[in-house]
């Protein structure tokens, strides 16, 4: 089966631009999650869908971030506008119940000048 | 609340030598046990997982035991490859709360 797929791979904006990424979770899993890796650390969870509601997005900076699930299959994670500090790589995932194994994209590795 | 705690790396090791990542963990109830492996360049893999108390997870060579009584899943392998380096990440979830990784701990196996 085909796995979890991000768009673009990579990015560089400068601060205060905005940027998207994209996500396709494997077909039929109704959990998605967004994460934030910053270089050296692990994994943060950002925001989580059950089909296209939200979970839980209580570490998501609200202020400059958003992300939408609007038919319960794709997914868009947006900052707006960019600082220093979002340099990462912006992991999607994707399970087929909340709390099951969760099966990752390759990521989008994002460059904030 | 809920935290995982890996022991610091980088770990470097000749090939065929043994491999022992540790991992603890702190959490109410009977979470779940992740390994992920994250090679460069990629994104997280599941490596092995364990859902209930002295489970053993096992995948490509490597194992780790859920060990309640001592909160720990360290992972382990008898004889690492070139082909294991990489970061590995200990991870927990419980049922209505959030994964939760670890720092994630670099392995370089040098031939």
């Known amino acids: 089966e085909a796995g979890v797929a991000q768009s673009p791979r990579y990015k560089i904006i400068e601060k205060r631009q905005s940027v998207a990424f994209w996500c396709n979770p494997i077909?039929?899993?109704?959990?998605l999650y967004w994460y934030q890796q910053i270089l050296g650390q692990g994994p943060k969870l950002l925001i989580q869908?059950?089909?296209?509601?939200?979970?839980?997005d209580s570490q998501l900076p609200k202020d400059r971030f958003s992300a939408e699930r609007l038919k319960g299959v794709d997914s868009t994670l947006k900052i707006q506008p960019a600082k220093l500090e979002d340099s990462a790589v912006y992991l999607c995932?994707?399970?087929?119940?909340?709390?099951?194994?969760?099966?990752f994209g390759p990521g989008t590795r994002l460059l904030v000048l | 609340g809920d935290s995982v705690t890996q022991m610091e790396g980088p770990v470097t090791l000749s090939e065929e030598a043994f491999l022992t990542i540790n991992c603890t963990y702190t959490a109410t109830g009977y979470p779940s046990l992740f390994w992920y492996v994250q090679y460069p360049g990629e994104g997280l893999q599941l490596l092995l997982k364990a859902t209930k108390a002295d489970d053993k997870g096992s995948n490509k060579g490597f194992e780790a035991t859920y060990r309640k009584e001592t909160t720990s899943f360290h992972l382990e392998k008898g004889s690492v490859q070139v082909s294991d380096s990489a970061v590995y990440f200990c991870a927990l979830s419980r049922i209505g709360n959030q994964f939760y990784f670890g720092t994630g701990t670099s392995l370089t196996v040098i031939p």
């Open positions: 869908f059950q089909n296209n509601g939200v979970v839980d």
């Open positions: 995932a994707s399970s087929l119940v909340t709390q099951e194994t969760q099966y």
């Open positions: 077909s039929g899993h109704a959990t």
